[in-house]
């Protein structure tokens, strides 16, 4: 494939380039916001403040320059941060639309009507809303107990209301980055190694000599911190493998590419740890030091040949000896890559632990080159009495199906809320903040019913998105800009903490989580839990027992703190003893076996599109994240809909032509509500659609009578979860599998005879 520079790189991941602002210099967006006059910005003519970027869940640091008059007018990378390297991505740089964005959620909003989604709201005063959200969850708790109330939340602001629910009694909760994310990834990494991943993975991508990745479209989905590296790679001149069924940006930058039949990574995997340990490719010694059930495994897989995996995968058994013997000569400076979004098809841990094992033959766990062991601070708690024991958690909905469920599995717990449960873990109401199940818990006609069984939904959000149609009581909360959250402690090379603080006060009469949960907490009597007036008071104790103040990280941003372990396996002296049964890095899965799971991964057939089907694929375009930007105006401006991806053979059975408006009709013949232009393409393959997720929003609520709605973002595009009947769950976790979904394009619009009538 062809060498690029990192520059060029740059530029085709993120249709900008990282770390140089996308708003355009004049016109559009900016004139919109001030007017004609277009200023420079001078550095002593703003004030800067420390953020850490809320736009996607990299979480990067950055400085907000906030003018004289009060104006946000630019946001860029912090120059110490280990996320961004001081170089945001265009969703970031472009993050203060989401505090200029016009509709936003102004003021708290009570329900006047029914419950369609559609339905009536006035405008309330926070003591109003307030009291009423108090007294209907002392109403719940005295009818079915504080259990029945669950919490579905997402991002930064959740632990605000973590704390909340805890402190008031139930830890019936769950957030859609696990079970339809990253739970079933951790698991298979946990019972390997004995430990998970979490965010940024600790992949050494920037002393790799060999990348792969499966399904992972860097720069597509951001990642920031890796794109870097990548592009870094790419210039060095390392090897990367990608294996995705459509020809992604990382893709085009790749060593190899194989386009894999989806839902067969399994076989692949599979058929490379046949030939690495076949053709004694992997590392003996490392494997005799730290691992456990080699011999095992080595039997397990002679029958998954590369011969077979042609069959299935429809990869010639060539390139997958060549890749394999790629990897191998990399070895241990190899990272298979984990991948995040890993809810593909129900057997999700079993191809995560695939991607684990592989990753352990290759020696690359633990090692420079290969994977970190990563370090964070050790910051303590704020103080507060015990929680109270709740007489049943997530965890009786989840673990006794799932025993690698590791938290809340937002799926179930949406289950218990079905007018058809009978069961004695019965969800009656809904607290939900930051996140828009509608768009994001396919089947989304569950979701929706139990939102209208439920007796009491609140909304905490910053737009009128979707989900906000099911509330009883909306509350708006400020912007990322315009609030403090708890400080950022990721896992990292090098132990380091961020602030997030507000660059200015919050605009209209919105108002950040913590104030929100506090208040809630106050009326519900749990002063106890909440020792302070002020949510930085918390922050700065807590600095404080680590040597910091909030006042030094304000002029900081971003502090380094010593690590107190070695950072790779080598310097362990071989003394190390990994989290699991074994104490080894666990290629027979003592646990996986004793739960009654296979304790290696076995191959198992997916299902097939219908005659005359395609299977739908989905993902990111670099512009967006998920729902939550569609309508920021900067972002909008970048990418306003997205295309549905379709092969030439596929648009010529249409008879289809370059952009023309399609929609979609799935395999139980659910129908899209919007249309999107096809992109015919030959990167995509012919069995496939692709459709960037996140899009074809229909939220709308009226206000006194005024239409309230995301004006820019409604109605374009289709949303995947809208032609997502059927999800596949993954036994070990609970997490939900989304890609066996099928659709037909209709050429003519399904709801003309609606709107004629
Ligand atoms: P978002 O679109 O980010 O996704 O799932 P969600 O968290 O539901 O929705 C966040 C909501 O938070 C929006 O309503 C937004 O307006 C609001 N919001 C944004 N910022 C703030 C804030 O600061 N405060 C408050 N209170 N609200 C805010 C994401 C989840 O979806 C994930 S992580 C993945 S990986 C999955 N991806 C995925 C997919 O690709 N396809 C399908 N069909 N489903 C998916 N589900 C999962
Ligand atoms: Fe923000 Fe981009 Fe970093 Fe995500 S990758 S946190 S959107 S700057």
């Not at 009694?169 to 957030?175: F, K, L, N, P, V």
């Not at 089947?443 to 209208?452: D, H, M, R, S, T």
């Not at 512009?623 to 809909?641: A, D, Q, V």
């Amino acid at each position: 494939m062809s060498k690029l520079n990192r520059r060029q790189f740059l530029k085709i991941s993120g249709a900008a380039t990282a770390g140089v602002t996308v708003l355009p210099a004049s016109g559009g967006f900016w004139e919109a916001l001030f007017g004609e006059e277009k200023r420079p910005l001078l550095e002593n003519q703003a004030v800067k403040t420390p953020t850490v970027c809320e736009v996607c869940f990299w979480n990067c640091a950055g400085w907000t320059y906030t003018d004289k008059e009060g104006n946000i007018r630019k946001i860029i990378g912090n120059d110490k941060d280990p996320h961004s390297n001081g170089r945001l991505c265009p969703r970031g740089t472009g993050g203060l639309g989401m505090y200029y964005d016009e509709d936003r959620l102004k003021k708290p909003l009570i329900r006047v009507t029914g419950k369609d989604g559609k339905q009536s709201f006035r405008e309330a005063s926070w003591d109003e809303a307030l009291d009423l959200v108090a007294k209907k969850m002392k109403e719940i708790d005295s009818k079915y107990g504080k259990e029945s109330f669950a919490l579905l939340f997402h991002g930064k602001t959740g632990p605000h209301f973590e704390h909340l629910f805890k402190a008031w009694g139930s830890d019936t909760m769950g957030e859609p980055a696990g079970a339809q994310c990253l739970i079933a990834r951790e698991a298979g990494f946990i019972a390997t190694y004995g430990a998970g991943l979490a965010s940024p993975e600790p992949t050494d991508i920037k002393n790799a000599d060999c990348l792969v990745l499966i399904g992972s479209h860097f720069g597509e989905n951001m990642h920031n911190g890796h794109v870097q590296d990548i592009s870094d790679m790419i210039e060095r001149g390392g090897t990367i493998i990608t294996v995705d069924p459509r020809f992604s940006t990382m893709a085009a930058h790749s060593t190899k590419w194989l386009p894999i039949k989806p839902a067969t990574d399994l076989a692949l995997l599979l058929a490379w740890m046949n030939v690495i340990i076949n053709e004694n490719l992997y590392d003996k010694e490392y494997v005799e030091k730290y691992t456990y059930g080699f011999d095992l495994l080595k039997d397990h897989v002679q029958k998954y040949t590369p011969e077979w995996a042609e069959s299935v995968t429809t990869i010639p058994a060539a390139d997958i000896y060549e890749t394999a013997r790629m990897m191998g000569g990399a070895s241990p400076r190899v990272v298979v890559h984990p991948g995040r979004h890993t809810a593909w098809y129900g057997d999700d841990t079993q191809r995560s632990r695939a991607i684990a094992m592989l990753n352990a033959l290759l020696g690359s766990w633990g090692r420079k080159g290969g994977f970190y062991f990563p370090e964070r601070v050790k910051l303590p708690k704020e103080p507060h009495p015990p929680f109270p024991k709740p007489k049943w958690s997530w965890k009786d909905i989840s673990r006794g199906k799932h025993k690698l469920a590791i938290m809340g599995i937002t799926n179930e717990i949406i289950d218990h809320a079905l007018p058809e449960y009978n069961g004695p873990y019965k969800v009656k109401a809904f607290f939900i903040t930051a996140t828009n199940p509608i768009q994001s818990i396919p089947p989304q006609e569950k979701v929706i019913k139990a939102l209208q069984a439920a007796e009491f939904v609140v909304v905490v959000d910053t737009m009128p998105s979707e989900i906000t149609g099911y509330a009883d009581v909306i509350l708006p909360e400020a912007t990322y800009l315009e609030r403090l959250d708890h400080i950022r402690n990721a896992h990292h090379r090098i132990p380091n903490l961020a602030l997030r603080y507000p660059a200015v006060k919050p605009k209209y009469e919105t108002k950040p989580g913590w104030w929100i949960a506090r208040e809630i907490g106050i009326r519900l009597g749990l002063k106890d839990f909440y020792e302070w007036e002020d949510f930085e008071e918390v922050l700065d104790w807590q600095l404080r027992q680590v040597g910091s103040s909030i006042e030094e990280m304000k002029q900081l941003g971003v502090k380094y703190f010593p690590r107190k372990t070695p950072m790779y396996l080598d310097e362990y002296d071989g003394q190390y003893w990994f989290n699991t049964n074994t104490g080894k890095i666990e290629l027979y899965s003592t646990d996986l076996a004793e739960w009654g799971y296979d304790p290696m991964p076995v191959y198992k057939p997916h299902p097939e599109p219908p005659p005359g089907m395609l299977r739908l694929i989905y993902g990111r375009v670099p512009m967006h994240t998920f729902g939550r930007t569609i309508n920021n105006p900067n972002l909008f401006e970048l990418k306003k809909e997205p295309a549905l991806w379709v092969h030439p053979k596929v648009a010529k059975l249409y008879d289809l032509k370059q952009g023309q408006e399609v929609w979609l009709k799935n395999h139980k013949g659910k129908v899209s509500s919007f249309s999107v232009p096809v992109r015919i393409t030959q990167r995509i393959r012919h069995d496939s659609v692709y459709l960037p997720h996140g899009f074809g929003n229909k939220g709308r609520i009226f206000v006194d009578g005024k239409k309230l709605e995301m004006s820019r973002a409604y109605g374009r595009g289709i949303l995947d979860s809208e032609v997502m009947s059927d999800v596949y769950i993954d036994p070990e976790t609970g997490g939900t599998g989304m890609r066996s979904n099928f659709v037909e394009i209709l050429t003519e619009n399904p709801h003309k005879k609606d709107i004629e009538s």
